[in-house]
């Protein structure tokens, strides 16, 4: 559109723009139909009817003024001095004061609030942020078959007895009374409920399989909440049931879910794992978890370089020398006070037992409870012995069992002859196995030659197959050639809110501020306007949104302009930092000189030249810039941008 806006003309006059004539009153408007090269031809072309030249037509996107999304000062970000806080905090951190977490920037930048301990509000940058996880999820869901609904989060503690993890769940469980004393729970998890559902509609094997999900807030009474969203006592998380006739068909179901969660998180950006793992109060037997690599996390897991294994320290295979000697733990299991069964579990020296590990090896209820004692420690010399006691002892007993580490018998004992009498967990002797906690510098299970390398991870999804343990809970049966048998089925996460932070755990660079990858950041883009010329500031935003890859525009509706022009230049530029938007363009008085504005992109994993399409790049490392000609604008964010993983998937979604 061209604007004739006001000025000393009180009278109406004649406009030509090339051949077409208009006419044009002062204040008034006109559309006219073209692309963007034909429009910066026809600015030279717009005079009055006595040939002198009036004003400079502005190219504006579907309308004369910016859209309201899209200005800061129409959003609710804070003021304080959050950059300047972050900057001075970091560097008393670097002192060895005080330590600045991601918790505090996010809060700082505007992105979380914290409501109460370990309750947050999700501010308006981070539902930008939220909304594209979840319209990423949604869609590879749906791609595999998923099915959307949305379950109660108030939910009656009847099926979780059946299962049993009203009692296994302990304290975690937020649980309440309603007016008629009728205990209700918060749902930390909805398997009772999707079991019950699908139980009372399902008729036959005919209906299957089904994949539903939900994505939807939960909660947990968390002991300790801390890490902000990490561990946060509500939290939102997509969850998916599925439902399958056969086990050979939930493990189909499995491995397609395990391709369509790598797709999501390939689409998101931040590099991540897939590590064999634990099934917890879930439940199952198959089990993986999805981490983001992170110094902040609390989980560790263990990556051979060698074949490629990756699991998480309580699931790793490892083997290791006896040479530190042997440590000899009492394992009790348990339901309520009464004592099921004892075992002596014998492990390298320095190594804990792995409770998961053994647990998958017996045949136990979910409200089995363990307890671990440690019985002493043994030198090298005496392993032999230690092992002759421990299965003379257990052929006294009748309740004991013994478990022993493979690997430790076969270094002690290769010159002894002791007759292995049996492998049955529940028979009257020994079993050889993997049951401790793997460390980092152990040597890898599964190839036997490379060591194991520990990180710390942030878990971001889960998936399990669960097999019947909820079904048959519960007495879910269909009949199915010939005989009625109980469902399979399989539970898939993804802690929505927690990638908000494990994202800003990864990307944040210590001292400036976010850097978002481009799937999930709240703007793609960033106009900060140093002057009051609004002409300036819709050009440079007409020609970010026409910006495009073969044919599909690449920032649409996410581009922000920061005209909170009641804050100065400085802050609005390190609030921006702060905000980890990944394109900057600063339109200051260099561009009504030369027509230049200034790019700044803070791109993770972007490696860029020092020079795209004739234009100089400055990079160090944490950001690149350079001054561009507005005509130039479009292609050179084209030839920057185009490198970065998955953009044409971004764009045309």
């Not at 963007?36 to 996107?61: D, E, M, Q, V």
């Not at 890490?227 to 939290?235: K, M």
């Not at 089925?489 to 501020?513: K, T």
């Amino acid at each position: 559109m061209f604007y004739l806006k006001k000025g000393k003309l009180q009278f109406t006059e004649w406009w030509r723009i090339k051949e077409q004539q208009v006419w044009l009153r002062e204040g008034s408007t006109i559309e006219l139909h073209m692309n963007i090269k034909t429009f910066y031809r026809a600015r030279s072309h717009l005079y009055n009817i006595n040939g002198r030249r009036f004003c400079s037509p502005s190219l504006r996107h579907h309308c004369t003024q910016i859209p309201e999304s899209s200005k800061l000062s129409r959003m609710l970000l804070p003021t304080k001095k959050a950059v300047r806080d972050v900057q001075h905090t970091s560097a008393k951190a670097a002192e060895g004061g005080t330590h600045s977490t991601t918790t505090d920037v996010l809060t700082k930048a505007g992105y979380i609030f914290q409501s109460s301990v370990g309750i947050y509000t999700l501010m308006p940058m981070a539902q930008r942020v939220i909304s594209k996880v979840i319209r990423i999820v949604d869609e590879e869901m749906q791609r595999v078959g998923g099915q959307k609904l949305e379950m109660p989060t108030l939910l009656t503690p009847e099926h979780w007895i059946k299962t049993g993890r009203w009692e296994s769940t302990g304290p975690e469980l937020f649980s309440l009374k309603d007016r008629k004393d009728a205990t209700m729970i918060l749902g930390p998890t909805h398997e009772e409920e999707i079991t019950a559902t699908v139980k009372d509609m399902v008729r036959g094997y005919r209906q299957l399989p089904l994949r539903l999900y939900q994505t939807t807030r939960k909660f947990r009474d968390e002991a300790r909440p801390r890490s902000g969203l990490l561990r946060a006592r509500e939290f939102m998380m997509k969850d998916l049931y599925s439902f399958d006739t056969t086990k050979e068909q939930a493990i189909e179901t499995f491995e397609a879910m395990e391709d369509a969660y790598r797709r999501c998180f390939d689409r998101i950006g931040v590099p991540y794992v897939v590590a064999e793992a634990d099934s917890g109060n879930i439940g199952g037997s198959l089990s993986k978890e999805f981490h983001f690599i992170s110094k902040a996390g609390e989980d560790t897991v263990l990556k051979c370089h060698g074949c490629g294994y990756v699991a998480n320290e309580e699931r790793a295979i490892s083997t290791v020398c006896t040479n530190g000697g042997l440590d000899v733990y009492e394992v009790t299991t348990k339901e309520g006070n009464r004592v099921l069964r004892r075992y002596r579990v014998a492990v390298p020296a320095g190594h804990e037992v792995s409770v998961p590990k053994i647990k998958q090896a017996l045949t136990v209820g979910i409200r089995t409870g363990f307890d671990v004692t440690f019985s002493g420690t043994h030198s090298v010399g005496r392993v032999p012995e230690v092992f002759q006691k421990m299965i003379a002892e257990t052929e006294l007993l009748n309740d004991t069992t013994c478990y022993i580490d493979r690997h430790s018998w076969d270094q002690a004992m290769a010159d002894q002859s002791i007759e292995i009498t049996g492998r049955d967990a529940n028979s009257k002797s020994f079993i050889l196995g993997d049951w401790h906690v793997a460390k980092s510098g152990d040597t890898c299970g599964k190839c036997g030659y490379e060591s194991l390398e520990g990180q710390r991870a942030i878990e971001v999804g889960h998936i399990f197959h669960l097999g019947d343990k909820y079904s048959r809970a519960m007495d879910f049966k269909i009949l199915y050639n010939g005989s009625r048998d109980y469902i399979q089925m399989g539970c898939y996460g993804i802690g929505i809110s927690r990638i908000l932070q494990a994202a800003a755990e990864c990307s944040i660079v210590e001292g400036r501020g976010l850097r978002w990858p481009l799937a999930i950041a709240p703007y793609l883009a960033t106009i900060v306007p140093l002057d009051d010329s609004d002409r300036a500031t819709l050009d440079v935003h007409a020609a970010l949104v026409h910006t495009s890859i073969g044919g599909a525009f690449i920032f649409k509706d996410n581009v922000a302009v920061d005209d909170r022009c009641y804050l100065s230049a400085g802050f609005r530029l390190y609030d921006v930092q702060l905000l980890g938007i990944p394109v900057t363009v600063v339109v200051g008085k260099r561009f009504a000189a030369t027509g230049e504005v200034e790019i700044q992109l803070r791109v993770p994993m972007l490696d860029l030249p020092q020079e795209i399409c004739g234009i100089a790049v400055e990079g160090n490392g944490y950001e690149h810039k350079a001054y561009v000609h507005l005509d130039k604008l479009g292609e050179f964010l084209v030839q920057a941008l185009r490198s970065y993983p998955g953009l044409e998937r971004m764009i045309g979604s």
